[in-house]
């Protein structure tokens, strides 16, 4: 789940990082340039589809391992990372029209939502934090 929690913090940092250089949100190239041109010229939709594939594979391995660790409750792994995968190309969509790349902020608690993911509750005892305190 690391793999999937640090993954959602890279999208994120990665569109902020390019948002500052460039002065605006420049969305996914793979979405951008497959959506325009797809029907248009085969190699470039190959090319998109390819690097598209690539990233579903990640997380498809990310959440597979997950769900080894018991960790993940969804038994499909591809139709999990194709979700996840779906609702982050959209929202870096939505960062790229809103020009707002805080859209994209808070990724990791829908993406584990999507994988059915366990929810982990700190441990309480004598060396918690949350020692004498409801962790809720």
């Not at 250089?21 to 797809?38: D, F, N, P, R, T």
């Not at 589809?49 to 960790?71: C, H, T």
């Not at 004598?126 to 962790?135: I, R």
Request: glycine share 6%.
């Amino acid at each position: 789940m690391e793999r999937l929690a640090e993954w959602s913090d890279y999208v994120y940092q990665a569109q902020k990082d390019k948002s500052k250089k460039y002065g605006h949100v420049c969305g996914c190239l793979a979405a951008s340039i497959g959506a325009e041109l797809a029907t248009q010229q085969e190699k470039i939709r190959t090319k998109a589809e390819e690097m598209m594939s690539r990233n579903i594979r990640y997380l498809e391995s990310a959440i597979a391992d997950a769900k080894q660790e018991g960790l993940v409750t969804d038994e499909n792994t591809n139709a999990a990372a194709q979700r996840v995968h779906s609702f982050v190309v959209g929202a870096i969509v939505q960062a790229k029209i809103q020009n707002d790349v805080e859209v994209l902020h808070n990724l990791e608690p829908t993406v584990m939502a999507i994988i059915r993911a366990k929810m982990l509750v700190p441990a309480c005892g004598p060396d918690s934090v949350f020692e004498g305190k409801d962790p809720l």
